[in-house]
């Protein structure tokens, strides 16, 4: 059974920085990918950043480019969002997924999600 837990949020003014770390344990297969997803209430879910495991190719939304960095530690079983330069429109749950297949920023390539994490970004 694939898990996912994501940790690391918080309240953080505008202007700073956070690292979500998004733990996955289960997969037996290298050919996957883990995506960050964001929602904030009454709106759709976002796609903010993907990475491929085998070959760690990434992918950023437009919004987040130059700001987030997403990167996996495959010994750790773990993907990293580092957020930089926060603004209070980043103020979301942020979610982490996985799927079998290549990097996307589409929710329905992800089959397993975590339960989320509060960003708030203060201004």
């Known amino acids: 059974q694939l898990q996912l837990a994501e940790s690391g949020g918080g309240l953080v003014q505008s202007g700073g920085s956070l690292r979500l770390p998004c733990v996955t344990s289960?997969?037996?297969?290298?050919?996957?990918?883990v995506a960050w997803f964001r929602q904030v209430p009454g709106t759709e879910r976002e796609g903010v950043s993907c990475?491929?495991?085998?070959?760690?190719?990434?992918e950023d939304a437009d919004g987040v480019k130059g700001r987030f960095t997403v990167s996996r530690d495959n010994v750790k079983n773990t993907v990293w969002l580092q957020m930089n330069s926060l603004e209070p429109e980043d103020t979301a749950v942020y979610y982490c997924?996985?799927?079998?297949?290549?990097?996307?920023?589409?929710?329905?390539?992800?089959?397993?999600w975590g339960q989320g994490t509060q960003v708030t970004v203060s201004s």
């Open positions: 289960g997969f037996t297969s290298e050919f996957y990918a």
């Open positions: 997924a996985a799927g079998e297949g290549r990097c996307s920023l589409w929710h329905g390539t992800y089959q397993f």
């Open positions: 990475i491929s495991i085998s070959e760690g190719r990434t």
